[in-house]
T-cell receptor, first 118, second 113 residues
Framework: DTAVSQTPKYLVTQMGNDKSIKCEQN?????MYWYKQDSKKFLKIMFS???????INETVPNRFSPKSPDKAHLNLHINSLELGDSAVYFC?????????????????FGPGTRLTVL | AQSVSQHNHHVILSEAASLELGCNYS??????LFWYVQYPGQHLQLLLK??????LVKGIKGFEAEFIKSKFSFNLRKPSVQWSDTAEYFC???????????FGSGTRLLVRP
């Protein structure tokens, strides 16, 4: 069984288009994340939702809009795609019962979506 | 701001050689530390993690890491690498009560058969 799944796995599109990437987790986690991995393999967090509430919103262009219809899903919609958006986008999830200093849980990653903007 | 440094960007070893990958972080408070591995064309998988307790942590596939608080380090080690260990290795830090996982820039390991 796939724990964190993403669709599509590959996405090739033209500049200016709007596209969405979907993520689903069946781990019962309450927190989900989107990361961007650039061509140099550098990973950076973009967004995080906890119980459908946005809790992390890094300096990301507002062309990127995450949506969490429920705890198990976190989708990423990108408007007016640009060449620089080409990257691998990873979804992740974790379980955070209580926000106590020094406690956290492991983030589990999906297989990634390779986005190529032409 | 929190940051994670991985000083070795590329490492090339022969099979059976010993491995040590460096990871240093900048944050003065309580931290949780992780090593993830990304095999070619695959997603990130957790190798090991440190939350508290014994600073020497054992992970999967014979990997271990040692948390040295005074040096702000969490180096990854393996006594004898295999060709199948060829991958990208990422150190990551989660500080205090933050949800955010900060990644290092990664170390690409190539193991020659």
């Amino acid at each position: 069984d796939t724990a964190v799944s993403q669709t599509p796995k590959y996405l090739v599109t033209q500049m200016g288009n709007d596209k969405s990437i979907k993520c689903e987790q069946n781990l019962g986690h309450d927190t989900m994340y989107w990361y961007k991995q650039d061509s140099k393999k550098f990973l950076k967090i973009m967004f995080s939702y906890n119980n459908k509430e946005l809790i992390i919103n890094e300096t990301v262009p507002n062309r990127f809009s995450p949506k969490s219809p429920d705890k198990a899903h976190l989708n990423l919609h990108i408007n007016s795609l640009e060449l620089g958006d080409s990257a691998v986008y990873f979804c992740a999830s974790s379980h955070h019962q209580q926000r106590v200093a020094g406690t956290t849980d492991t983030q589990y990653f999906g297989p990634g979506t390779r986005l190529t903007v032409l | 701001a929190q940051s994670v440094s991985q000083h070795n960007h590329h490492v090339i070893l022969s099979e059976a050689a010993s491995l040590e990958l460096g990871c240093n972080y900048s944050y003065g408070g309580t931290v949780n530390l992780f090593w993830y591995v990304q095999y070619p064309g695959q997603h990130l998988q957790l190798l090991l993690k440190y939350f508290s307790g014994d600073p020497l942590v054992k992970g999967i596939k014979g990997f271990e890491a040692e948390f040295i608080k005074s040096k702000f380090s969490f180096n990854l080690r393996k006594p004898s690498v295999q060709w199948s260990d060829t991958a990208e290795y990422f150190c990551a830090v989660n500080a205090g009560s933050s949800y955010k996982l900060i990644f290092g820039s990664g170390t690409r390991l190539l193991v020659r058969p």
